[in-house]
């Protein structure tokens, strides 16, 4: 099972970004996707998740500005990143849990990161 993320990029502060999250391979279920990011010098940190049935949960410092959703259908969640200021500057990392046969428990994957970076 592979991870694949897109659509990071530099853009001012104010602006937009969407990125993308496709998980592919041997593939028989998907449960919770999210985003994470990580900046210089910090941890890791959940930006937000969606679960296969659309509820979502969100980091206080992204709520109202950033949205998740995802397509089951093709695997994929997203991310729309709105009014984005300096402080979101980091590398943005999507997970899912994914089942790869009924019969055994989901393993947490994890994708390669992508740079967003946000000028003042």
């Known amino acids: 099972v592979q991870l694949q993320a897109s659509g990071g990029g530099l853009v001012q502060a104010g602006g937009s970004l969407r990125l993308s999250c496709a998980a592919s391979g041997s593939i028989f279920s998907v449960n919770d996707m999210g985003w994470y990011r990580q900046a210089p010098g910090k941890q890791r940190e959940l930006v937000a998740t969606i679960t296969s049935g659309g509820r979502k949960n969100y980091a206080d410092s992204v709520k109202g500005r950033f949205t998740i959703s995802r397509d089951n259908a093709k695997n994929t969640v997203y991310l729309q990143m709105d009014s984005l200021i300096s402080e979101d500057t980091a590398v943005y990392f999507c997970?899912?849990?994914?089942?790869?046969?009924?019969?055994?428990?989901?393993?947490?994957?994890w994708g390669q990161g992508t740079q967003v970076t946000v000028s003042s």
């Open positions: 997970n899912a849990g994914v089942r790869m046969t009924p019969s055994v428990v989901q393993r947490i994957y």
